[in-house]
């Protein structure tokens, strides 16, 4: 593991000693990681729907179906799955 010292400002500071007083951390370390993790997985998630999106936009336009021809569309789906 790689050390570092980081400036934090006083309201941040004293919420990661809370989070540490709280026991949901043993230390300040922990803290920290765990967001970064948070930030990392909710990038990844960003990226996968934004390639979703992509792949949708790229596939072309369709014809445009009322909510009833789409809920009927997918009731055929579901039943050809099974």
């Given at each position: 593991?790689?050390?570092?010292?980081?400036t934090?400002?006083h309201?941040?500071?004293?919420?990661?000693?809370?989070?540490?007083?709280?026991?949901d951390?043993?230390c300040?370390s922990?803290?920290?990681?765990?967001?970064?993790?948070q930030?990392?997985?909710?990038?990844?998630?960003?990226?996968?729907?934004?390639?979703?999106?992509?792949?949708?936009?790229?596939?072309?336009?369709?014809?445009?179906?009322?909510?009833?021809?789409?809920?009927?569309e997918?009731?055929?789906?579901i039943?050809?799955l099974?």
């Amino acid at each position: 593991m790689s050390r570092h010292t980081i400036t934090l400002t006083h309201p941040n500071n004293e919420w990661l000693k809370q989070q540490v007083a709280k026991e949901d951390f043993t230390c300040k370390s922990e803290v920290i990681n765990c967001l970064i993790e948070q930030a990392r997985d909710r990038d990844a998630y960003y990226d996968f729907v934004q390639m979703k999106i992509d792949r949708g936009v790229e596939s072309g336009i369709v014809e445009k179906q009322s909510k009833e021809e789409m809920l009927e569309e997918f009731k055929k789906r579901i039943q050809n799955l099974y």
